[in-house]
T-cell receptor, first 115, second 113 residues
Framework: DAKTTQPTSMDCAEGRAANLPCNHSTISGNEYVYWYRQIHSQGPQYIIHGLKNNETNEMASLIITEDRKSSTLILPHATLRDTAVYYCIVRGVSAGGTSYGKLTFGQGTILTVHP | GAVVSQHPSRVICKSGTSVKIECRSLDFQATTMFWYRQFPKQSLMLMATSNEGSKATYEQGVEKDKFLINHASLTLSTLTVTSAHPEDSSFYIC?????????FGSGTRLTVV
């Protein structure tokens, strides 16, 4: 699996957009970019994933560069409850659309949303 | 969406005893489940991959005789920490493959005293 690089920590003011970057320069053509977050003492929560097109759901937007070597997770209006560790993970997906194989977690980005 | 239920959420046990942690997929079948361990201020470390009806695959450095994994049905995987010691105190998390992304349990905080 392609290795990812994320900043160790970031701060964001409540109500502002939080933009979390991720570098994955060794990503291969069939690998997706996944984002998860982990709030303290809880299991990770799926946020969003994408292959090459930008994606948006009720939680966030994912912007993937044209060369797919980096991406940005955007939380449009951060709240205090968005304070968590955010993990960017690159992984392949089966033909049926279900993730397969193991997920390898890096250190992630600690996002702190302050009032 | 898919839900994975993990129990217990917290457990305290005496050194030398065994503890069983359950991970259930509530509304979907999980052929494969994963077990992670997380120490304070560290990331999740994969311990093993659990496949229904077959032996688990353990990551390098994980003692298979100490961390027994059973995946007897498509909705249940269990992790038993045998002869627990204080150094086994950690946060254990299970996950299952599901669409669109993996679904994780809420974790089990194990404290061995």
């Amino acid at each position: 699996d392609a290795k990812t690089t994320q900043p160790t920590s970031m701060d964001c003011a409540e109500g502002r957009a939080a933009n979390l970057p991720c570098n994955h320069s060794t990503i291969s053509g069939n690998e997706y970019v996944y984002w998860y977050r982990q709030i303290h003492s809880q299991g990770p929560q799926y946020i969003i994933h994408g292959l090459k097109n930008n994606e948006t759901n009720e939680m966030a937007s994912l912007i993937i560069t044209e060369d797919r070597k980096s991406s940005t997770l955007i939380l449009p209006h951060a709240t205090l409850r968005d304070t968590a560790v955010y993990y960017c993970i690159v992984r392949g997906v089966s033909a049926g659309g279900t993730s397969y194989g193991k997920l390898t977690f890096g250190q992630g980005t600690i996002l702190t949303v302050h009032p | 969406g898919a839900v994975v239920s993990q129990h217990p959420s917290r457990v305290i046990c005496k050194s030398g005893t065994s503890v069983k942690i359950e991970c259930r997929s509530l509304d979907f079948q999980a052929t494969t489940m994963f077990w992670y361990r997380q120490f304070p201020k560290q990331s999740l470390m994969l311990m093993a991959t659990s496949n229904e009806g077959s032996k688990a695959t353990y990551e390098q450095g994980v003692e298979k005789d100490k961390f027994l994994i059973n995946h007897a049905s498509l909705t249940l995987s269990t992790l038993t920490v045998t002869s627990a010691h204080p150094e086994d105190s950690s946060f254990y998390i299970c996950s299952a493959t599901s669409a669109p992304g993996y679904t994780f349990g809420s974790g089990t905080r194990l404290t061995v005293v």
